[in-house]
């Protein structure tokens, strides 16, 4: 598998995204709503104009102007919105997040995995691990909290305990089956290789959404996907190769 990834910057999700934010986007590159509505709702948070910059550049890669690598994949993700309209931003923007920010999906993937067990799991531990990997420096303590910010206003989780911790809120459980797949195929993308089939629906960086349906039998139909064995009983999908 090709990586898909080489373009997309290592920090560069560094802004609290608040979800109303991310749906007026959405909706705005959809045509079911307009840029003076995302406007609006950036002017209602009262930020300073580089901040209001800063955040218009996260929204922009997301849905608005997305990298050209993953263009086809936003475009998916938006026929999905338009086609149902029902579909939670929160589950697509999600999917976009983990796809073009992979410091995006780290938090998610490490909070999903902390958390894993008890149902909550420490700031500080989340932090602390986010600054093994992208090292020691400010910008990455500053920019882990802020992502734990948007992911509790995205309703993934909530603080407690004077904000030292960090619990799991329900899962949504994501119904539409063209938005299942898609979310499979971000989840893959994210990864970077190809992912045993019994294991999508506990990977860590999808902690917030649940699954009920028959995934092996989704990704089957998913043009966007392959799936291919390993030993009589173990499958494996990655992303269908293009043209």
């Known amino acids: 598998m090709t990586d898909q990834k080489t ?7 560094d802004r609290f995204i608040a979800l109303e934010w991310a749906a007026a986007a959405l909706r705005a590159r959809a045509g079911m709503g307009t840029m003076e509505d995302l406007d609006e709702s950036l002017d209602q948070a009262g930020m300073g104009k580089e901040a209001r910059r800063k955040s218009l550049t996260v929204l922009k890669r997301l849905w608005l102007q997305p990298y050209p690598e993953f263009s086809d994949f936003a475009e998916r993700g938006i026929s999905i919105f338009k086609d149902d309209p029902s579909v939670s ?11 073009t920010y992979p410091f995006f999906g780290k938090v998610a993937e490490l909070i999903g995995r902390l958390s894993a067990l008890q149902g909550d799991c420490a700031v500080a531990e989340v932090r602390r691990r986010m600054s093994e990997i992208y090292g020691e420096r400010e910008g990455t303590q500053r920019t882990t909290y802020r992502v734990i910010q948007t992911q509790a206003d995205w309703g993934a989780i909530e603080h407690t305990d004077k904000g030292k911790r960090l619990v799991r809120l329900p899962q949504t459980n994501v119904s539409n089956e063209d938005a299942v797949a898609w979310l499979i195929e971000a989840l893959v993308r994210y990864v970077g290789k190809a992912l045993p089939v019994s294991a999508i629906s506990s990977q860590a960086v999808l902690y917030p959404f649940g699954f009920e349906q028959s995934l092996g039998y989704l990704i089957s139909r998913s043009p966007n996907l392959a799936v291919h ?10 992303l269908a190769q293009s043209d």
């Open 7 to 13: 373009s997309a910057p290592k920090i560069g999700f």
């Open 89 to 99: 931003a929160a589950v697509l923007t999600w999917g976009m997040a983990i796809t």
């Open 229 to 238: 064995s390993q030993g009589p009983s173990s499958q494996y999908v990655m």
